[in-house]
């Protein structure tokens, strides 16, 4: 089986390297994470270096307007940060707060089976939007459903059958 990072059941993509800033190799980070400076908290990042991981060890980090920039171990100038652009950042899952039982992380929730109230399989959840006035679960099956996960949409969340009922109709 090829490496797949979206596989990978120890890792969890939080944002990505998409620019340089200034001249002494700091770098723009897209965070994933919410709030966005959360992703500065989580220590080592790792992003895929010829089909493994490899650590990014961060010396330095700020909020900077409406981005995060960083500072990278071994980076010292803007033709060195280049090079790490585009590079998707993971950390590791165990490195999240535990959450109660009735709370849960988005990517904890893909795979599960989304059900409607007749008993519907509506397909597998395959990502979650946050659409700014709220998430959305967005399944694959005979058809793809965006499906607004708030109440009274949803209805329950069963972590150990990996199933989410919901009040959707099928052809909607």
Excluded: C
Excluded at 23 to 52: A, C, D, H, M
Excluded at 96 to 124: A, Q
Excluded at 143 to 171: A, G, Q
Aim: aromatic share 12%; glycine share 6%.
């Amino acid at each position: 089986m090829a490496f797949s990072p979206h596989l990978d059941e120890k890792k969890l993509l939080v944002g990505k390297i998409n620019g340089f800033f200034g001249v002494q190799g700091w770098v723009k980070i897209f965070s994933y994470t919410k709030p966005r400076k959360n992703i500065l908290e989580y220590q080592p990042w790792y992003f895929i270096n010829n089909g493994s991981y490899q650590v990014i060890e961060i010396i330095s980090g700020r909020e900077q307007s409406k981005t995060i920039v960083a500072q990278v171990k071994g980076i010292d100038n803007r033709d060195e940060a280049v090079q790490l652009i585009g590079k998707d950042l993971y950390i590791n899952k165990e490195q999240l707060p535990e959450l109660d039982d009735d709370e849960h992380y988005w990517h904890e929730l893909t795979g599960f089976r989304v059900i409607n109230k007749n008993e519907v399989d509506l397909g597998i959840v395959d990502y979650l939007v946050d659409t700014g006035s709220n998430h959305v679960l967005v399944t694959k099956g005979d058809t793809e459903h965006w499906i607004p996960y708030i109440e009274p949409f949803l209805v329950s969340v069963d972590k150990h059958k990996k199933v989410i009922s919901v009040d959707w109709e099928e052809n909607f």
